[in-house]
């Protein structure tokens, strides 16, 4: 193989392995989680958790909440609430904060902090889109959650 060549190949086989990644991401059938979609794509939501059960049991008093599945759930002053819980700003954590009866993101450094209402709409970015909101009933000590 000629220098010019080898350096050509080298190029074109170093600038696959650099970009790669980059273009499948884009790709309409790429595998990118959705953080929008509490953590699957394509996946549905629908389980039922026991509040009779001590690891669900922060949802027996309102104020109380866990996550499951992808979905945070909370039990609030006017019910059971569920949402996606991954951040669509880059997919951190998402919590119930109960003084404030909202879902705050976990990631509160610099430029971070995404705060979003019961119903999942985002009130204080940079989130660029609503959580997803999962119904949720009650019977008995089971609630289930699904979409």
Not at 58 to 87: E, F, K, Q
């Amino acid at each position: 193989m000629k220098r010019k060549e080898f350096f050509t190949t080298l190029g074109i086989s170093a600038g696959t392995v650099m970009f790669a990644p980059f273009l499948v991401s884009c790709s309409k059938g790429s595998s990118v989680v959705d953080p929008g979609t509490g953590g699957t794509t394509g996946g549905t939501v629908d389980f039922t958790l026991d509040l009779s059960l001590a690891a669900n049991s922060a949802l027996m008093a309102v104020g109380g909440s866990l996550t499951n599945n992808g979905v945070v759930i909370a039990n609030t002053s006017s019910g059971y609430v569920a949402l996606a819980s991954a951040c669509t700003h880059q997919g951190s954590a998402v919590l119930y904060d109960s003084t404030n009866n909202r879902f705050n993101c976990s990631n509160t450094g610099g430029g971070h902090g995404s705060q979003y209402a019961l119903n999942g709409a985002v009130t204080a970015g940079p989130a660029p889109k609503a959580l997803k909101l999962y119904n949720t009933t009650l019977t008995g000590t089971k609630l289930r959650v699904f979409a």
